[in-house]
Each structure stands twice: as C-alpha cells, then as structure tokens.
C-alpha cells in the first residue's frame, strides 16, 4: 500500500483587532497654558489594550492671507487602555500670527499593541482660536430699520466649539458717519446672547453702520486683539413715510 503525505495548510495568526477613541479638549481656553487629552484603546470584544502610543501634534489654520502650519510634536508612551497626555499648543503655534488667528489642533494617534496588532487615528475637532470669543449678529437680527421707529438687534456669543459664553461685555455702537455716533450701549451676555435695542435713528438717515465690539471677559479688559464685528443696515422704503413694525416672538407660537 503507497501512503501519500498531504502538505499541511499553512496557519495564518490574525491578529486581534482594537479601536482608538480620542478625548481632546473641546477648545484651547488658553494658548499659553496646556490641556489634558486622553486616548483609549480597548479591543473589539472589550478587554482593555496595552502596548505603545506614538503622538504627532500640530496646529493649522487661517492667518491674514496664508496658511498657517505650526511645528510638529512628537510623544511616545505606554497605555493600558488609557492614556492621557498634556496639550500645549505654545510649543506648536505658527510663529507672529494674526490676532485673529483660527486654526485646530491636528493630531495623529498610532497604538501598537504588545501582541503586534497596529491602529492609527486621526483628530482635528478641537479649535485653536487667538480670539477666545467670537461674536456675530443673530439671523434674526434686520437687516432695515423702520425711521423713527425702534430698532432691536441681538449678537451671538460664544466660545470657538460654538457653546454660549456668558459674562462677556460688549460695547454696541451705532453710527451714520463715523463722526455721528447715535447709540452707544455695553452689554453683558447671559445664555450666550446679547440684545440691544436702538430707541430711534433720525428719519433723514439711509444707512446706519452696527459695530460690536468684546471689551471684557470674566471682568477682565479683553485688549485690542479682539476685532470689532460690523454690519449696515438701510432705511426702510416707504412712499408715505409712514412705518408699521412688529417684533419677532422670541419663542414659536402654539
């Protein structure tokens, strides 16, 4: 009787697979001081991973007229399901940039754990702002006004991952030239808004220039580099000059 030896199949190791979740910060409050971010890495069926995490960090963003790329940080550490780490975007910021400066910090995370499975992930949600508040004109806010009549405006304020940043004043002002200012007024906001409402603009006025400015966070000044936001708002045609105006309700009707 002849034997035949079959050749065995040849076995092929699958390694494990894992996930990466990154926890950044939601906005850089500060970009002289550092943050905490964490990184978790479990396995699909939920044991936690141990092995080795390779961090490369920078920041990018809009300057003036060019974009902005900051210089590269590089970290390497163990983690056994979690690792947290400082983020210090002072050591990653583009040199003289611009105050108003809007940019993300971008983060690429690669694990490897110590039975050779690899996972690498990529982040750029948090915000990197120079100006820690931003401001702008609510939809709801008119783009008209009614002669002699009224005029409400509310101004949007928040922080750079769109949240409502409450305590911040800021100074409206209302002009037709810049020589003749009509309406002045500083404001606090509360629930992220600030409203303000002009008592009454000349009927001989066309054009009336908004121009709202952060004078101060948390009672601190906030300085100059903080830009004023502007919008122009036109008179309202009427061939009889006269006005009717109703205000928008702040909630929907029932």
Known sequence: MLWTHLPLP?????????????????YIRDLNMCEQATVKARYTFGKPVTGKMTLNMT????????HEVGHPVVKTMEI????????????MM??????????????????TSVDGGRQTMFDDSTP?????????????????????????????????????????????????TPKDNVYTSELT?????????????????????????VTAIDGRPAGDQYLPSYLSISSWYSPSKCHIQIQSLSAPLK
């Open 59 to 66: 920041v990018n963003g809009v300057g003036y007229y060019r």
């Open 80 to 91: 056994k399901g979690s690792a947290s780490f400082s983020l210090c975007v002072k050591d």
């Open 10 to 26: 040849l076995l092929h190791t699958v390694m494990p697979k894992f996930e990466l979740v990154i926890d950044p910060p939601r």
């Open 189 to 213: 906001s509360r629930d992220g808004q600030a409203t303000f409402e002009i008592p009454s603009i000349p009927t001989a006025a066309q054009y009336v220039w908004l121009e709202t400015k």
């Open 94 to 111: 583009p040199l003289d940039v611009a105050d108003h400066f809007r940019g993300t910090v971008s983060m690429w995370v690669s694990v």
């Open 128 to 176: 990197v702002h120079k100006q820690r508040i931003d401001i702008k004109y609510s939809k709801d806010t008119r783009k008209q006004f009614k002669p002699g009549l009224p005029y409400k405006g509310k101004v949007e304020v928040t922080y750079p991952d769109g949240s409502p940043a409450d305590g911040v004043r800021v100074r409206v002002k209302a002009e037709l």
